[in-house]
């Protein structure tokens, strides 16, 4: 059986975090990995809206341009959705640092 490019995503992010990927058995309720925090769904598309990634970079480059360094973080909330609904956007590198890294990020 060949490894989807997807599943290959949620198992490579869940072992950089220290667990593992909850195999699709009906147990994982959207879930795709967990850890001691939070449960985590991984999507892999074909592309990402281009103002998100540009809003990313902005943030990201203000980020590091400070002394000392921060992380850039995009905050989302569509019209007419609560604040609680908001979104928050960071580079999952960014995420690993903060959170601890226990693998080592080799995606293609």
């Not at 002394?67 to 956007?89: E, M, S």
């Amino acid at each position: 059986m060949s490894d989807k490019s997807w599943k290959a995503l949620e198992r490579r992010l869940a072992r950089d975090l220290g667990t593992q990927r909850i195999p699709v058995t009906g147990e994982r309720a959207g879930a795709d990995f967990e850890d001691g925090l939070f449960v985590y769904q991984a999507k892999l598309g074909r592309r990402c809206p281009a103002y998100l990634t540009d809003w990313l970079a902005g943030i990201v480059a203000a980020g590091q341009a400070r002394t000392p360094a921060k992380v850039g973080v995009v905050v989302f909330k569509p019209k007419r959705a609560p604040d609680a609904g908001a979104l928050v956007i960071l580079r999952f590198q960014d995420w690993v640092d903060l959170h601890g890294a226990v693998g080592k990020l080799d995606a293609p």
